[in-house]
């Protein structure tokens, strides 16, 4: 394979940033959409939902799939036809006339974030040279986090002056161009030929697949509604349980196959777990963050939604403006001691709030904001980098797959673990589910919610501190790379 040049390496660079970017602000966009779908509709908020949760579903079950066939059919085919699959999938959308068809066809457009989240790491990894890896990381990054913060803004905007329609259609004139940037300027490598490939044993693993697809579907499903029918409930219990025994299958399954679905091996690397487990603690903390932070500037603040958003931008400007400045840190420095600093940083963060939140005025929140975004992005360019570099060469696409998977399980996880925390103190064992009782909150039966599951984010962060510095020790004692 030709090597590209410097212009094309930052072309390869926009391309994948630009997937991440699109595929965050389309998730905020049609958030902030929801309540005028559901108008439009006549549907309840309830059915409104499901556009979300089937766009997120068939996304983390299907990462680790897309990643394994970046590997085998190659990474660009795999990504510049997730580009397809989500431009055709937002025209879908758009044209959707009933709430059905809407949900079906996120579906399709969820299908096709998979497959650019699954192999945009890996191609990166893949096709930059070492040395530049941490800096692309930083700008991915950075691409992701800008779709965060201009999702709403945005989505608000379009519905506001034209119609929810429009959140969807925009997606096709860019999807356009993406597709022609990376169909042009992203190599067509053959696919790296691991040793299974090489001995005969390439058959596809379909049953790992469907395990997998299954396995995840359970536990989502589980999580997403304990709220809503109980924990100990028969239908929760029910798809715990199924999760848990499908996931044990195919485990045994994976350690069988000859060309598994999830190389199992890649977690004989300790500093590739003690990652891997670090990024599901630290994405838990966000999700829950994310989700509850609204709301305490809403309920113990007294702000306005729109005063509200405007406060959460600073986290997000501040995040989005030093990404590349830590990207390319992290390609001069060991990345697990950068994780490590981070953490210890943001532990203080959030424990600092946790004990301040009931001060008065807005001094302590953006304290809190300024500091969480500072500590934070020390950690995700690095630990992206450091997470692929582990992976062996024919392995980047499932190494890809499994890291978006894992932060997708711990975004699940993280709001879930807030939501039980934040209730259990605010309402007891028993009070009502945190999503349909937190506008009716006063201040004083908030307060104890609030802290508690702040608390709760402050103990996510210590023990990724844990094994963000088990795997810096473990880089100390001359641990294996790969």
Known sequence: MTQPGRYAYLLIVISVAFSSFLVRLNNYMVNISL????RSFGVTSSDASRIISSYLLIITTTLLLFGKLGDRIGLKRVFISGYIIFTVGSLMCGLSHNIDMLIGSRFIQGIGSA????????????????????WAFGITSTASALGVATGAPVGGIITGYLSWNWSFFINVPVGIVAVIVATRYIPAAKPDRGPAQ????????????VLSFAGLGLLIYSLNNGNKYGWLSPVVIGALAGAVVIIGFFIFWEKRHKNPLLHLELFLNPRYTFALVATFLVYMLISGNAFLMPFYLEVMKGLNAQAA??????YSI???ILSPVAGRLSDRVDPSLLCTISMTS?????????????WTGLTVVVVYLIWLALSLVLFFSPNNNQIMSYAPPDKKGVSSGLFNTTTNLGMVVGVTVIEVVFAASAYGPGGPPVKTALKGLTAETALSGFQHAYLAGALCCMLALVFS??????????????
């Open 469 to 482: 510095f088990l795997g810096k020790k473990r880089a100390r004692t001359g641990g294996p790379r790969s």
């Open 318 to 320: 501040i995040y989005v």
């Open 35 to 38: 309540p005028t779908i559901t």
């Open 346 to 358: 943001a532990t203080a963060c959030v424990l600092f709030f946790s004990f301040t939140l009931h």
């Open 309 to 314: 958003g405007l406060m959460l931008l600073i």
């Open 115 to 134: 497959m650019l989240l699954a192999v945009s790491f890996a191609i990166i990894s893949h096709f930059l040279p070492e040395g530049n890896t941490g």
């Open 198 to 209: 090489e001995t005969g044993g390439g058959r596809f693993d379909f049953l790992g697949t």
